[in-house]
T-cell receptor, first 114, second 117 residues
């Protein structure tokens, strides 16, 4: 059974470039969550999506960040015009849906902005 | 808003001994879920154990068990017979059981557990 897949595992960008992070949920899971972990900190919620819908984006910065989960294909977290403060580990989690369902995490993408 | 506090940034334990990691949380809700996740050096987040607030019985998973004190809003993790592979960051997390669209996890800042051979 394949778990949550994230790619790339490591991504290096220069300031001002765009970063695209991909997440393929566990097969059969229709709910995806993105979290960010700054160095030496816990994970912070960013956005929660279901297929083709953003359910909760209360943790997402208002500018430069966007997320999607299309009907077909992986969920994408997009960061435009990256800055050094965007350097972090970005984790995706998935669940089949419902409040009782546990979220299962991918291995994360470590973004480094030079 | 809910908050989760882990007051022990670092803990260490002798191999084969028992260690308890502390977690407290603040919420006005009566129904919720609590989790402990482990993050080894690989940085993969691994679910260790989960507790439903409406259940009075403490959850157990092999060598891992919790002490859930709802009135005190405390949720500690006990690791028995500690093994070298238990060395990791441990995060406590909270999730509401109410409202569609409120499934996000709120994490504590973590406790780094070192196992001494």
């Amino acid at each position: 059974n394949a778990g949550v897949m994230q790619n790339p595992r490591h991504l290096v960008r220069r300031r001002g470039q765009e970063a695209r992070l991909r997440c393929s949920p566990v097969k059969g899971h229709s709910h995806v969550y993105w979290y960010r972990q700054l160095p030496e900190e816990g994970l912070k919620f960013m956005v929660y999506l279901q297929k083709e819908n953003i359910i909760d984006e209360s943790g997402m910065p208002k500018e430069r960040f966007s997320a999607e989960f299309p009907k077909e294909g992986p969920s994408i977290l997009r960061i435009q015009q990256v800055v050094r403060g965007d350097s972090a580990a970005y984790f995706c989690a998935s669940s089949p849906g419902g409040l009782t369902d546990t979220q299962y995490f991918g291995p994360g993408t470590r973004l480094t902005v030079l | 808003a809910q908050t989760v506090t882990q007051s022990q940034p670092e803990m260490s334990v002798q191999e084969a001994e028992t260690v308890t990691l502390s977690c407290t949380y603040d919420t006005s809700e009566s129904d919720y879920y609590l989790f402990w996740y482990k993050q080894p050096p690989s940085r993969q987040m691994i679910l260790v154990i989960r507790q439903e607030a409406y259940k009075q019985q403490n959850a157990t998973e092999n060598r891992f068990s919790v002490n859930f004190q709802k009135a005190a809003k405390s949720f500690s993790l006990k690791i028995s017979d500690s093994q070298l592979g238990d060395a990791a960051m441990y995060f406590c997390a909270y999730r509401s059981a109410y409202n569609f669209g409120n499934e996000k996890l709120t994490f504590g800042t973590g406790t780094r557990l070192t196992i001494i051979p």
